[in-house]
């Protein structure tokens, strides 16, 4: 964290009045053995999965047709297991799909030890291992290519942690947009924010970060969250990477608050130490190193 930006600070008025975590003023561990703190979403199995119930309706377009659907765990794609007496959530990738927040959650810190695992699955068998935490999601479940829901998104994949991405609901009925964001950087070469940028551009599409700091294969990586109102930080092992400001839903209202989900999608890998911490202000290392645009 070697920048400073050098537009002037928002000042927040913020009341902490809606989720449990907020409520109660306190950290909050969201993973348990009995997930529950989540429901299971299941999509379309790829023709490759095999040993699905008869009748389980499979797609090389894994993004249209029937899903799986809410809390019908196949294949047991997310499982609790332990290590070191704590519990660590394995998603096996064999199956699109995610876990999704009972709740709804805003003003917090996510913090989450993350890994990859080794398997990778079709149609994912010859690209980067992919997976994402989804925050600030709203709408249906699966109204992004009957997946996920619409939200904001802190990319995990290889060489690309805490990526920004906008997922829409191009699966809905009737069909919504993306939400979107203000990103420092100009865009005209390359969707990549800029933290010495002094121009803005609409978060549309896939934004990188700024830079790169992924751990070794198999080893775990810290990846956080900072979010305050409709501003967000994503933060990669302890470096600042992307900040995300004013986030509106398709329809151009404020987007500050939602749903926490974490994406299955053709990798395995593990999460664990999923926290929430509410917040009334950024920390003082954002702020020296964060300037918000008013």
């Not at 050098?6 to 348990?32: C, P």
């Not at 700091?213 to 990846?223: K, T, Y």
Request: charged share 25%; aromatic share 12%.
């Amino acid at each position: 964290m070697n920048y400073k930006l050098k537009t002037s600070i928002v000042l927040f008025t913020l009341v902490i009045t809606y989720s449990f975590a907020q409520k109660n003023k306190k950290s909050i561990e969201l993973f348990d053995k009995e997930f529950s703190n989540f429901d299971i979403w299941l999509s379309i199995p790829h023709p490759t999965v095999t040993n699905l119930p008869e009748g389980t309706y499979q797609s090389e377009k894994i993004n249209s047709g029937n899903p799986i659907g809410l809390n019908n765990n196949l294949k047991n794609v997310f499982s609790m297991i332990e290590e070191n007496g704590e519990p660590v959530l394995k998603i096996t990738g064999e199956i699109f799909g995610c876990i999704s927040s009972k709740e709804s959650y805003e003003n917090y810190h996510l913090s989450v030890m993350f890994k990859w695992g080794d398997k990778k699955w079709e149609p994912r068998i010859d690209k980067k291992r992919d997976s994402g935490i989804l925050y600030h999601c709203y709408g249906a479940h699966g109204r992004f290519w009957n997946t996920w829901k619409t939200c904001l998104e802190y990319q995990v994949q290889e060489n690309d942690l805490g990526d920004f991405i906008p997922l829409d609901g191009n699966s809905g009925k009737p069909k919504v947009g993306s939400p979107i964001a203000d990103i420092r950087g100009d865009f005209k070469d390359e969707k990549k924010f800029d933290p010495t940028s002094e121009a803005y551009s609409i978060g549309k599409g896939y934004i990188h970060a700024a830079s790169e700091h992924d751990a070794p294969h198999g080893e775990w990586n810290h990846l956080e969250i900072y979010v305050l109102e409709n501003n967000a930080v994503h933060i990669v092992n302890g470096h600042i990477v992307m900040v995300v400001e004013n986030a509106k839903k398709h329809d151009g209202t404020t987007l500050n608050k939602g749903e926490i989900q974490i994406q299955s999608e053709a990798a395995e890998c593990y999460y664990k130490q999923l926290t929430l911490t509410p917040i009334k202000k950024f920390p003082k290392f954002i702020r020296k190193e964060v300037r918000f645009k008013s």
